[in-house]
Structures are given as C-alpha cells and as structure tokens.
C-alpha cells in the first residue's frame, strides 16, 4: 500500500494519535489520584473512629480508676500499717525463746537460781547464779554456755562448795557473767 498522503496529514495523524494517548495516560493519572484519595479519606476515617474508640475507653477508664481511688487509698494505708507491724515485729523480743534455749542447754544436776529478763538484758553483761550437785555439773554448763549461739562472753565469776547451805540437794554454787545475744529472742 502506498501512502499518498501529504506530509501535513500524516503529522496530524500521528499528533492526534499522540494525544489520545496522552489523554489516556491523563485519565489513568487522574483515576489514580482518585483511588489515592479514596484510600486516603478510607484510612483518615477509620484513624479517626479509632481515635474516638481510644478516647471512650480512655474515658471509660478514668471513671472507673475515679471509682477505686478510695480503695487505692485503703489499700496503702494497709501497707504502711503492715510496714509498721513489720517494723514492730522485728523489735519484737520473745522471751519464751531464751527461756527454752536456757533449758535446753542445762544439763541434769543443775538448777538456775533466778533469771530476770528485759530488753535492756540482751547484748548487755549479766549475771546468773547456778546451783549444781557437783562441780562437773557446773564446767558441763558452762562448756554448754560457751558453745551455744545464744551467749557470748561466758565466764565463772566464782564458784563455790557450800555444804552447808539451805539446799543440800544441790551445794555447788556458781556465780556465772555472761552476755545474752539479741539473735537469741528472735
């Protein structure tokens, strides 16, 4: 086939076909920017319904926080009375302890005279006296005295055989110093 045209013609063609395209690529663009704002307002409303979601459960939040502030504020009273039970409890002396400790470690044939605890006795220099039916017995105590974790310090300050006395059951008698430790009563 031949191509009579003149020349004028065959670029008017070829414009005109040059414009349908860039009419088609206009209108794809144009399609483009479209589906990109569609998406963009579709994304800009469901942020926006999440927004106010968070907010309602914000505030949903608040007024049930609001509604427990009284039991928050019982709650650290309940804490700061236990840290002061605490507090007391770790003064606490329990003289029962000592007492049975003192006992346990007396070995048969001795007896203690008296014993007066207070506060002020532990971690302190005291005085104990002891009656023994012989003088084994009272070394035996001592040695046991020695060895316990509940004295420190053992020592006789005199210790003497008194034949003689009210308790004939028991003559030895034994004046001991000794320091009774605060771990003890704990």
Partial sequence: MINLLPDAAKREIRAART???LVRYILVLAAGIAFLGIVTFGV???LMGTKASAESIIQSNESKTSSYASTEAQAQSLKTSLANAKNILDKE???SKVITGIAALMPSGT???SLTLTPTTFGTPTTLTIH?????DALSLKDKFQTSALFS???FVSLTNSAQSQSTSYPITAVMSLTINRSAAQ
């Fill in 93 to 95: 002396v329990q003289y």
């Fill in 132 to 136: 023994a039916k012989s003088t084994d």
């Fill in 19 to 21: 414009n349908v395209k």
């Fill in 153 to 155: 310090n053992v020592s």
């Fill in 44 to 46: 800009y409303t469901v």
């Fill in 111 to 113: 007896v203690l005279e």
